[in-house]
């Protein structure tokens, strides 16, 4: 049996990147993965060894954006340990079917440009859209840098340009009643109120969904970071693929002492008198934490799964029937599209150029087309009939993770995990076969090769993922990619639940990170470093406790000499 300071569950870029700060500390660290290559949903991989041998894909994430909002890769030095980032500019293309199309590059100024040839009012509601947005990320970038709950924290985090953010976006009570409403209106009624043409309003409401939602629902207003973000900071991918950061922090990892173990299914918690002690791995053996285990993976998998209910019930006799009830999981999931090409899809109806595909391209046509590729997931339905999707071609930027000439399409396509009337059918009940998957990856390639025709005869081989097939692999409860949706009303301190929303529980010595924790999914680290910190100051409270205050009071003092 053995015996360290702190056991994680998992070893995705969050449990990773929470190991690596606990390590600088002075604590040993074990990481528990159960599958064979650590990374989670940030891995890079062979997926078709023997028909495309040669072409790396990323298997799930593919943009880095939000880890470019905190400063993770800056303390952990990961350009030391062979993290290489290439920022992608343009950074979004999306081909509308009256011929027009949609380009954004980093700069908001060049964007601006490319509208104004189709729409100059568009143009400049846009450049009103976006610098609203970024004033709003601004804001939030001191949030989701620090533990939810703690005020002294995120008060600390801010500086002169992000307080002369905030006071900008409120001031008398209308002012601040009217960015209270923009916030809980839905990413349509926003693109809608601000700009007139399709081509604009398509792309701009297939970026907000990205937050797991229809544009349509309420509080779906917040997706409007997601376009301002691809300007700044920008969209980034590691050199050599999303495995790359994970490939860093291992590094960093294991120079510091950790160790990282696969094939290492967890299968309990164990609890000895309400404090987490350590952990069992299906095989039986138990590997025991002398200060605490770190779960990255989703609340209702650890203590639902994991765990004895006798013991949740001893510490909150509440906790599984909330778990049970009040975490929303809308069925919206990932049916992924992987492809070995003989060459880049060529968009030669839209002007096309290679410097298009640098970044993302949305099929968006419409934003009622967006609206259907999320709302028939939420009814059970594969909103294959006119397929919308998120694609890239990585090999574009990166022409390492092919042979040379060759490339790589990675399609992501939005279907429901659970497929209604085909309950207890399928993968694990859900309706999801291989001929069915097939099937729509078909449709899906199909509306794509109407816009790129020669997209069918470039094919090499291609590998279908359905959503059981994801949650089986990566382990998303239902498929959620996200842990569980990123709505209003489970997001920040209301994530995954309130009493759970600061990385801590009622079990003593347990701990949350990943995903499922705030400030949510995407490649950011940010729940990896908060609960680090949560954990540090747990362990020395006054010492900690402390050095934020020092953090939050020079802070201040710079905010009030600057406006001096």
Known sequence: MQTVDVVIIGAGHNALVCAAYLLKAGYTVLLLEKNSIPGGGATTEERMPQEAAGFKFNPCAIDHIFIHLGPIVQELELNKYGLEYLFCDPTIFCPHPDGRYYLAHRSVEKTCAEIQRYSPSDAKQYAEFIDFWQRVTNVLIPVFNAPPKSLLDVSGNFDLGKLKDLFSL???????????????????????????????????????????????????????????????????????????????????????????????????????????????????????????????????????????????????????????????????????????????????????KDEYLLGSVLIADSVDHVEVAHTDCQLGKIPDENPSMFLAVPTMLDPSMAPDGKHTLWIEFFAPYQIKGAEGTGLKGTGWTDELKHKVAERVLNKLADYAPNLKNSIIARNVESPAELAERVGFLKGNYYHLDMTFDQMVFFRPLPELANYTTPIEGLFLTGAGTHPGGAISGMPGRNCAHVFLHKQHPVQETLADAGKFFKSTAQSILNIQ
């Open 170 to 352: 409120i001031g008398p009570p209308d002012k601040v009643l009217d960015f209270i409403r923009t916030l809980f209106s839905s990413a349509k009624d926003l693109v809608e109120g601000y700009f007139e043409e399709e081509f604009v309003k398509a792309p701009l409401a297939r970026l907000a969904a990205e937050m797991s939602m229809p544009p349509s629902q309420k509080t779906s207003g917040i997706g409007g970071i997601m376009a301002a973000m691809r300007h700044n900071p920008g969209v980034a991918r590691p050199k050599g693929g999303t495995g790359a950061l994970t490939q860093a922090l291992l590094n960093l990892v294991k120079s510091l002492g950790g160790v990282v173990l696969t094939d290492q299914q967890v299968d309990k918690v164990l609890v000895d008198n309400n404090r987490a002690v350590g952990v069992r791995v299906k095989d039986k053996t138990e590997y025991r934490a002398n200060r605490g285990v770190i779960s990255s993976i989703d609340a209702k998998r650890l203590f639902l799964h994991l765990m004895d209910a006798s013991d949740v019930d001893a510490a909150d006799p509440n906790l599984c029937d909330r778990l049970e009830k009040r975490i929303v999981d809308n069925n919206e999931s990932i049916l992924k599209i992987d492809c070995a090409l003989s060459e880049a899809p060529r968009f030669e109806h839209h002007n096309h």
